[in-house]
């Protein structure tokens, strides 16, 4: 069984979700983020995907994209002057102490970079989430919400987020509980996922 995420919302949304699932890829799968348990990477990835598809693809200031996903502006200025090549070294063990680069913002500029050169950052198929992730979805409240809220519009309102995501627990919390705490309208969905994750 494979989950089809068909996003909604334009191109920008689309190229995002496409540097979010390579950057998983780069990292070895959601598997591998289960087994080391880095699953608080997730919402920082796709934050960072956002930030940097806007800054390359949509020519937003820093400014722009902290308005819009509701970071500061030094954060989206950290994702996107990440120096990509030392965070692969130290993803891949090369680099005996972590830099001091945004993690993150990194990977995803690496994703982004592989996407944009291979062309297929631009295509309009779909993004298949596979069975290995699946598997872990269970565990991995981050990527089980993005899977929930495939086809949403946003900015999307409380009550279309409680009908997508009802029932979910995380870390113990029903979902109705963390939504009723967040402020309205949810702009895209790395805020979502920021907001959430801030919540727990």
Do not use: C
Not at 48 to 72: C, S
Not at 85 to 90: G, P
Not at 111 to 117: G, I, N, P, S
């Amino acid at each position: 069984m494979e989950i089809i995420a068909r996003p909604k919302g334009g191109n920008i949304d689309k190229m995002a979700e496409k540097v979010f699932m390579e950057s998983l890829s780069i990292l070895g799968g959601l598997k591998r983020l289960v087994q080391f348990r880095n699953l608080t990477w997730l919402p920082s990835l796709a934050e960072a995907a956002y930030v940097i598809v806007l800054k390359n693809e949509a020519a937003k200031t820093y400014k722009e994209i902290a308005e819009f996903l509701g970071i500061t502006e030094t954060t989206a200025r950290n994702i996107a002057t990440a120096d990509e090549e030392k965070v692969r070294e130290y993803i891949e063990g090369e680099l005996e102490e972590r830099p001091k680069e945004h993690i993150a913002g990194g990977i995803a500029k690496l994703a982004y970079t592989k996407l944009k050169e291979s062309g297929k950052l631009y295509e309009s198929e779909d993004i298949v989430i596979g069975n290995r992730e699946i598997e872990a979805l269970d565990i991995d409240w981050a990527v089980h919400v993005l899977a929930r809220i495939r086809g949403v519009d946003f900015p999307a309102s409380r009550d279309i987020l409680e009908e997508k995501l009802k029932g979910i627990v995380i870390k113990d919390k029903k979902i109705e509980d963390i939504l009723s705490k967040l402020e309205y309208p949810i702009k895209n969905p790395a805020e979502l996922l920021h907001k959430i994750k801030l919540n727990i």
